[in-house]
């Protein structure tokens, strides 16, 4: 990965019977270098949607159980 660090938290708090608030923190730092800069770039554009991507995924599979 074109990362020198990454971590990573995720937790998951129940709001009632049926629902719960899914919280992700993750810790990025990019190589450093062109390489670095160009990660910095995308990734400030493409996170976001990504994982907006990723949540509506997983619901769309727990809706099915």
Avoid: H
Wanted: aromatic share 8%; net charge positive; glycine share 8%.
């Amino acid at each position: 990965y074109p990362f020198d660090r990454l971590r990573g938290e995720w937790e998951v708090a129940p709001i009632n019977e049926a629902r719960s608030r899914v919280l992700m923190r993750f810790e990025i730092t990019p190589e450093s270098g062109l390489k670095g800069a160009i990660i910095r770039a995308v990734m400030g554009q493409r996170v976001a949607p990504m994982v907006d991507r990723l949540l509506r995924r997983w619901e769309g599979m727990m809706a099915e159980t």
